[in-house]
């Protein structure tokens, strides 16, 4: 009942518009503040969170800090170049609207990864709120460009050609 109501309540529209241009100014300056200063670096984070995968009760659990030392950080100059523009373009989708569950989808995923490295921060909150605005589904990004790219895709996607429509008898 409460997640059809996160679904189709055109009231709740409005709020999930409010978590959307939170969340969304949260990744926007984020990013941004990364692409434009030009410095940004991955590795002091990844090796950090390499080193806090020992001990009695490891922040990082070994499956994930041997995912950062065997797949990231040999590839930390790529990651040092999807982590601010990912944020970024997260940001761009949430505050405008547009692919609205993808984008909350990958903010979720963003989140999850900071977390699963160790660190806390506002990751949690915004979690739970990007919980919301992805349950909500379309009715999240009404109030945005959701309105009319998604049923523009799916006219565009779904669209059955006359033949398939009015198959002839043989």
């Given at each position: ?58 922040a990082v659990q070994p ?108």
């Open positions: 009942m409460f997640i059809q109501f996160l679904k189709e309540n055109r009231y709740v529209s409005m709020l999930l518009t409010l978590l959307r241009f939170y969340l969304g100014w949260q990744w926007l300056t984020a990013g941004w503040g990364k692409i434009s200063s030009g410095k940004f670096d991955a590795s002091g984070f990844m090796y950090g969170a390499v080193k806090n995968m020992s001990g009695e009760h490891p499956w994930w800090g041997n995912f950062l030392k065997e797949v990231a950080l040999p590839y930390v100059d790529f990651f040092n170049v999807i982590v601010p523009w990912g944020e970024f373009l997260v940001g761009l989708g949430l505050i405008l609207g547009i692919f609205t569950s993808f984008s909350i989808l990958m903010g979720l995923t963003m989140n999850f990864a900071y977390m699963f490295s160790g660190t806390t921060s506002t990751n949690p909150l915004m979690v739970l709120l990007g919980m919301f605005i992805l349950v909500a589904g379309i009715n999240a990004g009404k109030i945005g460009l959701d309105r009319w790219t998604i049923p523009f895709l799916r006219r565009l996607l779904f669209k059955k050609t006359e033949k398939e429509q009015f198959p002839q008898s043989a």
